[in-house]
């Protein structure tokens, strides 16, 4: 699959690009990019940093984001408002209204581990979603408290659970979605590594593979109950919460919840900036205690260029999408 783009005959207002023609394809498979890389069929790609030497090594270039602001985390998706039942959420028997159940699932993920494997050590650790840690309304006690009620403690994941009734002959199930994300390639993999850590504290951690629009669909829908999905995500701190922990749509993907949903509404209807931060501050402290998602790693949007085609791109890696301002690639 594949969409191709012609730069118009004439000098354009804005700008007029180097290349004549660009072509996006879609290629699932890390290997399948590398090869098409080495082979000068592509000429800027995503890799994986287990393959990132590799090409290097072959003469192509890596090349970062001039912003940082991507972030990669794991989503419930089960839990939605809904003032209509009794519990006030869509899915009263969701496994993820428990906050041990997700306190749980966090502890068992050996962050360490997976940066070292996955992210080549550049993950920076998200203590908190979709507020930067520069920001001005931060607090510092979610750093000072995070090993301590997120960190790697299997030992603490398995007494959660079984403090909520989960044990050998009651296990929690969860229905973990393995997809290759468009902003992180090497999700699928840190996927299957995440449930394996879940597997060991006695979860049982089915993993699914979806067709993509039937996923999207059923999401949509509130089909799930008690799955787990990849994110990322450069969105800014109101962005954020509003995509990914409202009920305002798009919904479906992540967990939404009575208590910050309604912190998160006056957020959007707050145009002053300084009520805002306040605002933000107390969402932040609330879903800290809630443990909200998965949080992983903010990590620098990395592409690789083969510099026989391509002299330089020097693209943003913070905005709406990851890989923007394509008229800024300079040919070689």
Not at 294 to 312: E, H, R
């Amino acid at each position: 699959q594949k969409v191709v783009f012609k730069r118009v005959p004439y000098d354009h207002w804005r700008y007029t690009p180097d290349f004549p023609e660009l072509e996006y394809r879609w290629m699932g498979e890390a290997s399948t990019r590398l090869a098409a890389l080495l082979t000068d069929e592509v000429h800027i790609t995503q890799l994986p940093e287990d393959l990132i030497p590799q090409a290097e090594a072959d003469g192509m270039k890596l090349i970062s984001g001039a912003l940082s602001g991507q972030r990669v985390f794991l989503s419930f998706k089960g839990v939605y408002l809904d003032s209509k039942t009794a519990c006030g959420y869509r899915n009263c028997d969701s496994p993820f209204l428990d906050r041990n159940v997700r306190q749980a699932l966090n502890r068992a993920v050996n962050r360490d581990e997976l940066n070292t494997a996955f992210f080549g050590g550049k993950g920076q650790k998200m203590v908190m979603n979709h507020i930067p840690p520069t920001a001005s309304y931060w607090n510092t006690d979610w750093d000072r408290d995070f090993d301590a009620n997120w960190g790697f403690n299997p030992t603490a994941a398995r007494a959660l659970l079984a403090e909520s009734g989960y044990n050998d002959d009651n296990p929690l199930e969860v229905g973990v979605e393995v997809t290759t994300h468009s902003q992180y390639g090497q999700s699928a993999d840190v996927l299957e590594i995440i449930a394996g850590y879940w597997n060991d504290i006695g979860v049982k951690a089915n993993l699914l593979t979806i067709d993509y629009a039937t996923n999207r669909a059923n999401t949509r829908a509130f089909k799930y109950t008690d799955h787990v999905s990849f994110a990322a995500t450069a969105s800014f701190d109101i962005q954020g919460w509003r995509v990914y922990n409202s009920h305002v749509v798009p919904r479906g993907g992540s967990l939404e919840l009575i208590n910050t949903g309604a912190l998160i509404d006056q957020l959007q209807a707050e145009m002053d900036s300084a009520k805002q931060n306040v605002l933000l501050r107390q969402i932040g402290d609330m879903a800290f205690n809630e443990y909200m998602g998965i949080y992983l790693y903010w990590i620098p949007a990395q592409l690789v260029i083969n510099p026989n085609f391509v002299a330089s791109y020097n693209f943003p890696g913070s905005l709406s999408a990851i890989w923007t301002h394509y008229e800024l690639l300079k040919a070689n």
